[in-house]
């Protein structure tokens, strides 16, 4: 088996109510490919302008099972940068600025020695992008998208079109009611439902996530950090992401119930995201870390 993932390879600028960063490793897939590589190896396909920052490579580079036989470097572009702006309470985000760079130009190419994955994650990028990848994914088992606010305005039919195509959709819940006119996640999610997906999962931030599936329904509380652990919120989607798809590759699990598990590890590993700006957060993080938060969580979440 085999986990990939395209998208975004960002130099994000941060403002939070309690400090910022300038020009830190950003990007969906990036995020991703960090966070599912505390379980397991993950293939990233991107692609970065000439300006890439030397540091960044180096960092990206260090988590060791990460494989980047699918980064693009184009001397002659830019690389996708993008600026985030936290509100008091940190719920609330502002983009400050986005300057598409390399993602105006062609997709970056799956390589051939990829053409085998089997798990596919499309983290955010343009629809059309996201849907060129699919068709270089001949062997996929499990395809499963995310989208933004952006891709919704500029992008829908194109976006409705692959909604057709995948199995399952993150999304989180204004971006729900963005898609669907609805703002009840459970009603909006249903209706995501009919646009093709088996599956569709509703983030709801420090009010943890649901998941509606054809088989049934979950839910799952966020983790619970105290407000002095979060630092930064940024990529806090895209590592839940990563922790969720590297579980179902990890475990070879593909149901309702190895989705509602693998939740839970979404849930943890992006716990370890928002504690500090950047990929900081996830480096040499370990499954047994992971298991620890997951064991919290599930005391906290016990019902009954
Ligand atoms: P998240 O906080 O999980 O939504 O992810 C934030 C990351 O997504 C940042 O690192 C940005 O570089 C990246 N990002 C922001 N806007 C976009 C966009 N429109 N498409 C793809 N990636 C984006």
Do not use: C
């Amino acid at each position: 088996m085999s986990l990939i993932v395209t998208g975004t390879l960002g130099i994000d600028t941060i403002d939070t109510p309690h400090g910022g960063a300038e020009r830190v490793p950003g990007g969906s897939a990036s995020y991703f490919a960090a966070a599912a590589s505390a379980q397991g190896p993950v293939r990233l396909v991107g692609a970065v302008g000439g300006d890439w920052p030397a540091e960044h490579r180096v960092l990206l580079e260090s988590f060791n099972n990460v494989d980047l036989a699918g980064l693009e470097q184009r001397s002659d572009s830019r690389t996708f940068a993008w600026g985030g702006r936290y509100l008091d309470n940190m719920n609330v985000r502002e983009t400050t600025f986005t300057e598409l760079g390399v993602l105006e130009e062609a997709p970056p190419e799956v390589p051939e020695s990829f053409r085998d994955s089997e798990l596919v994650f499309l983290a955010n990028s343009h629809p059309s992008v996201q849907a060129s990848f699919l068709d270089q994914l001949p062997e996929r088992q499990l395809s499963v998208m995310d989208s933004m606010d952006l891709w919704i305005e500029i992008a829908n039919p194109e976006l409705h079109a692959l909604l057709e195509r995948v199995d399952g959709v993150m999304i989180n819940d204004s971006e729900a009611e963005q898609l669907t006119g609805v703002s009840n996640p459970f009603t909006a999610a249903r209706k995501v439902l009919d646009l093709g997906p088996n599956f569709v999962i509703i983030k709801k931030g420090e009010h943890g996530a649901i998941l509606v599936h054809r088989d049934g329904t979950a839910l799952v509380p966020a983790y619970p950090a105290g407000s002095d652990q979060v630092v930064d919120p940024t990529g806090a989607g895209d590592s839940f992401a990563g922790g969720f798809m590297a579980y179902l590759e990890r475990t070879g699990g593909r149901d309702f119930s190895a989705i509602q598990s693998a939740l839970a590890w979404g849930t943890v590993t992006a716990s370890f995201t928002l504690e500090s700006f950047g990929l900081d957060g996830l480096k040499n993080l370990t499954i047994d870390q992971l298991e620890e938060r997951v064991e919290i969580l599930r005391a906290a979440a016990r019902i009954g």
